[in-house]
């Protein structure tokens, strides 16, 4: 199993494409000596041929658009992000190795060098302007944990899977295989990836997948009518050849700062959230109910504070409700390297419900997260946006807002009354900025 590890992280980005979208069938066109094959043809060769690839390094390249001049990665503990880490928001380079479920990557930007090591349970990192080594210790896997392995009673080939995927979720986006390109020296194929929604920013995401070894050396992703990439990461030279498993080791250098840091295995606010609701819903009923989205009516009787907005774009309709009972996140155990604030700030969230309203669909979809909140628990989430480098300020009727927009698409948090909202999608700033204007 652990041969195939590789071969599954090189090839998740495009089976990932497969489960969420649909497809348009096309085959490879432009002067390449690979064969033309259709998109299904690509994604099954994906499936099927890339877990013999058991290794891969090289150089590296990446650019990032997304925050403009920004210089600091996102950052909720209120520490300094590592100087060499914040490369990556600007655009770096560096080299990667991975083999045999390890992986070890070191970049080179303007703001220092970064260095991380993942084997096994232990992640070291290493930041070379503040010279400083973190050393993480992820928890040991637990029974129950581990995804089963398909059996031939249960499992379906890759073509019925593919075929299934594409007819089921095809309303979502299209693929389709663009001219083939050179990238670090080898035939790839292009699979591109392009919403259907009319609404969303979200332009396209093309995936350069090697014609030979299946897994994929680059990956770009557009916004809608801009031809170049917002976001760009790929190989410049690239080998497939084994690995010395010493460079999976790191040893701090001498003068570091070493720091160890113990991740805990406590339950994700998302996932137990996620539960939590589907059991008030009706565990009782099966899984359709208790994932069935509520009406407003319904939605405003579990969170009386609720607020609906009076006006949406053209194209965003609402879908539907749902609301996380306090008991979803009340019984989550803080742990891990949370600092104090992101502490008190779960507290705050464990004592009222959190409502949110699906709007559009697909890309499209906008999201609107509610929750009451008093004067002294805003506080403490507006101590903790402050120490975002990458947000903006700006108004919501009247009243101090604060935004995070990117060209793919924005989210925006403000105070209204006593309720706190977060309206957030991949759809233009002007279409969230509707939305949340027009809250009652």
Do not use: C
Request: aromatic letters at 4%.
């Amino acid at each position: 199993m652990r041969r195939r590890t590789l071969a599954l992280i090189a090839a998740g980005a495009v089976i990932v494409v497969a489960l969420v979208v649909g497809v348009v069938t096309a085959g490879a066109q432009g002067p390449s000596s690979l064969p033309s094959i259709t998109v299904s043809q690509l994604l099954q060769n994906v499936a099927t041929k890339a877990q013999g690839t058991t290794a891969i390094s090289g150089d590296i390249a990446w650019t990032n658009g997304l925050f403009g001049g920004a210089s600091s990665l996102l950052s909720l503990s209120g520490n300094q992000t590592p100087a060499g880490l914040s490369s990556l928001l600007t655009g770096g380079s560096g080299r990667v190795w991975a083999q045999g479920g390890k992986v070890r990557l070191e970049s080179q930007g303007q703001n220092g060098d970064f260095v991380a090591v993942a084997a096994g349970a232990t992640i070291w990192t290493w930041d070379s302007m503040t010279t400083t080594a973190t050393r993480y210790a992820l928890p040991a896997a637990t029974g129950g944990t581990s995804l089963p392995a398909p059996s031939p009673e249960t499992g379906l080939d890759p073509a019925t899977a593919v075929e299934r995927l594409i007819q089921k979720l095809a309303p979502h986006a299209t693929l389709t295989l663009g001219a083939p390109a050179t990238v670090a020296g080898r035939q790839t194929y292009t699979l591109t990836l392009t919403p259907t929604s009319p609404v969303t920013s979200f332009g396209s995401l093309a995936v350069a997948i090697d014609g030979q070894r299946w897994v994929p050396l680059r990956l770009q992703v557009f916004a809608k009518g801009d031809g170049s990439p917002v976001l760009s990461a790929g190989f410049k030279t690239v080998s497939f050849g084994p690995i010395s498993n010493s460079l999976f080791t790191f040893t701090p250098p001498s003068g570091a700062t070493v720091v160890h840091r113990n991740v805990s295995r406590g339950q994700s606010l998302a996932g137990t959230a996620g539960k939590a609701a589907g059991k008030t819903a009706g565990a009782s009923a099966g899984s359709d109910v208790r994932h069935r989205p509520l009406t407003l009516a319904q939605a405003r009787s579990q969170a009386p504070y609720l607020l609906t907005p009076s006006s949406t774009p053209a194209g965003i309709e609402f879908r539907g409700a749902f609301v996380t009972p306090t008991k979803a996140v009340s019984g989550l155990t803080p742990g891990g390297s949370l600092t104090a604030g992101q502490s008190r700030a779960l507290a705050a969230l464990a004592e009222h419900p959190t409502a949110v309203l699906d709007y559009g669909s697909g890309f499209g979809t906008v999201l609107v997260i509610e929750s009451r909140t008093t004067a002294a628990q805003d506080a403490q989430i507006q101590q903790q946006l402050g120490q975002l480098t990458t947000i903006g300020k700006t108004a919501v009727n009247g009243g101090p807002a604060t935004k995070l927009q990117t060209p793919l698409g924005s989210a925006l948090t403000f105070r209204q009354g006593d309720v706190r909202v977060v309206v957030v999608g991949l759809v233009p700033w002007s279409d969230l900025t509707q939305i949340a204007g027009s809250l009652r």
